[in-house]
């Protein structure tokens, strides 16, 4: 079974911001956030979302998000 090592806290992923360079934080998954929109999801998030989880990345120094393909794991 494939699980999103991220959503189960096995690594943690720091991404880094492509605005200032900092480290960003990854916060829940995009799923959660976008529920309302979900109809609207592009099709290939939905495509993906069995091999990949999708976070957001917040940047805590100029405040950038950006949405970041978590590769899942074999558990
Ligand atoms: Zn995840
Ligand atoms: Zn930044």
Do not use: W
């Amino acid at each position: 079974m494939l699980i999103c090592p991220v959503c189960n806290g096995i690594i943690d992923y720091i991404g880094i911001c492509p605005n200032c360079k900092s480290q960003m934080k990854v916060q829940d998954r995009v799923e959660t956030y976008f529920d309302e929109y979900a109809q609207n999801l592009e099709q290939n998030l939905l495509e993906n979302s069995k091999q990949v989880c999708s976070h957001y990345c917040y940047c805590e120094n100029c405040g950038k998000t950006t949405t970041v393909k978590i590769e899942k794991i074999q558990e």
